[in-house]
């Protein structure tokens, strides 16, 4: 059994990487456009990520970041948590989790910091990879503690009637009267109809509702180069044929990730329901061309404080519960947490 680290041989490791992802078809947690969009937010102080390969096939990946927050080290995701090694068998997977934990004792990590990513443990039946039992014990087998949150996911394998079952009452009847107006349309750019002034428009509004540029050019630009490479879709609303609101969505095998929205500003109160227009119709186009879910990801917390050190303010609850309103169903959210006591 032979163990390739990143840093190694960067080619080689991704042939292998890649190989196993698509083989397993995980979700896009695990995608390198994904972990490379996160280092460009916030680079990691070391990358040990590895692989592990057996009679020259890839058996097992491991993506291990570093960070180093109020002077101690992490396993982490700037301090957040970071997808759990994933093996072709027990007795691989139980080989990464040790070697994990000697990188965390070599570096003088505090802790290691993991989660079981919600479309991974979907428990949709026809696509089910892990039940929630053994997604528990995995964690708690490896010594890490229960600090587990809850995710919103919307079901896009249901009947299209049984989805608009699932919108908050009060939300059908708006979206059924605003898409019946004429001075309202959707419009959707993919890998076959890519239009990049449509998403420096997108770039803008994002800009404009934070009030300040909150995170890097390439950051933006991963996202759009993932468009082109057919990973991802953005989905305006025009009102009398100028967009007033954007949702980036990310997509991969069988799932879709609700990445970010944006609007312009000067519509605010104007009561028009950007965002659950263009997700409705989103999710129904997801549901045609056969995707499993939709992760609609963080904040998803009914209070402020939800599990383990999972803080909310006012707006992400309110935020959270549109989620739910448009259809976004409640999973846990596994995570778990290694405290190196040596080391903390």
């Known amino acids: 059994m032979e163990v390739l680290y990143k840093q190694q041989d960067k080619q080689k490791y991704f042939k292998h990487y890649m190989s196993f992802l698509e083989k397993k078809q995980l979700p896009l947690s695990y995608h390198p456009y994904i972990i490379k969009y996160f280092h460009l937010i916030a680079k990691p102080i070391e990358d040990k990520s590895f692989v592990v390969i057996e009679n020259q096939q890839c058996v097992g990946i491991c993506y291990c970041p570093i960070y180093e927050i109020n002077g ?36 003088s990590c505090s802790s290691i910091r993991l989660y079981v990513d919600s479309q991974y443990s979907t428990q949709f039946i026809n696509q089910r990879m892990m039940s929630d039992t053994e997604n528990m014990l995995l964690l708690k087998k490896y010594g890490y503690i229960d600090t587990s949150s809850i995710n919103t996911i919307a079901d896009l394998t249901l009947p299209q009637e049984e989805m608009r079952k699932r919108l908050r009452k009060s939300y059908k009847p708006l979206i059924n009267s605003y898409m019946k107006k004429s001075c309202y349309s959707i419009h959707k750019i993919t890998q076959s109809n890519p239009n990049k002034d449509i998403h420096d428009q ?17 950051s933006f630009e991963i996202q759009y180069q ?119």
Request: aromatic share 16%; charged share 20%; hydrophobic share 35%.
């Open 72 to 107: 101690k080290k992490h396993i982490s995701n700037n301090g957040g948590y970071t997808p759990i090694p994933i093996g072709e068998n027990e007795r691989i997977t139980k080989h990464l989790f040790n070697l994990l934990d000697e990188i965390a004792i070599q570096t």
């Open 226 to 344: 993932m468009l082109l490479d057919g990973f991802a879709t953005l989905f305006g609303l025009c009102y009398n044929k100028d967009f007033i609101g954007f949702c980036y969505f990310f997509h991969h095998f069988h799932y879709v990730t609700y990445h970010s929205g944006a609007d312009d500003p000067k519509y605010e109160g104007s009561k028009i329901p950007i965002y659950h227009l263009i997700l409705w119709n989103a999710f129904c186009d997801f549901h045609k061309m056969g995707y499993v879910s939709c992760n609609m990801s963080q904040p998803s917390n009914f209070s402020v404080l939800q599990g383990f050190g999972d803080y909310s303010d006012e707006k992400q609850i309110n935020i959270a519960s549109f989620k739910r309103g448009v259809g976004g169903g409640l999973l846990l959210l596994f995570e778990g947490l290694n405290i190196l006591i040596k080391n903390a």
């Open 202 to 218: 997108y770039v803008h509004f994002h800009h404009l509702c934070s009030g300040r540029k909150t995170r890097s050019d390439e």
